[in-house]
């Protein structure tokens, strides 16, 4: 299974956050990762969409974290941004299968998103970053 560059983005500036712990402009995660402004003012969006971040406007202005890393699940970011349902195209119900019904290969894959899900929902921010002088050393 591989994640899209936009989950994978959010996982980076969600770590970056945890690791600074007050308001960073996303010009600075994007020089700290070398990923283009554009892309991560988009993934900017979507986690505060879904109350991972909070935007600040004006002078000073930037990203933070919405609550405490050790309160947002690994597992619950990977769900609300990426396109499970589309892992194949049977499972989105976007597809005609002559074999809908006698096929096992959806279930078998539902069963590994589902304990691929499961083992990241044992993690939280604060695990995955470690300590915070230690990550911004690598930054």
């Not at 010009?27 to 993934?43: F, P, T």
């Not at 309160?71 to 074999?99: H, P, Y």
């Amino acid at each position: 299974m591989q994640l899209n560059l936009k989950t994978d983005y959010a996982l980076r500036m969600l770590m970056a956050l945890a690791a600074k712990d007050e308001v960073v402009s996303i010009d600075w995660i994007a020089e700290k990762y070398g990923i283009s402004r554009n892309h991560l003012a988009k993934v900017a969006q979507s986690l505060a969409a879904e109350g991972f971040i909070e935007t600040l406007r004006g002078r000073g202005g930037g990203i933070r974290l919405a609550r405490d890393p050790s309160q947002i699940n690994v597992g619950d970011v990977v769900r609300r941004l990426e396109n499970l349902d589309g892992f194949v195209a049977c499972m989105g119900g976007k597809s005609d299968c002559t074999i809908d019904g006698l096929c096992g290969l959806k279930p078998a894959l539902s069963g590994a998103i589902e304990a691929f899900l499961s083992h990241l929902d044992r993690f939280n921010l604060a695990q995955i970053t470690g300590s915070r002088a230690k990550f911004l050393e690598l930054m």
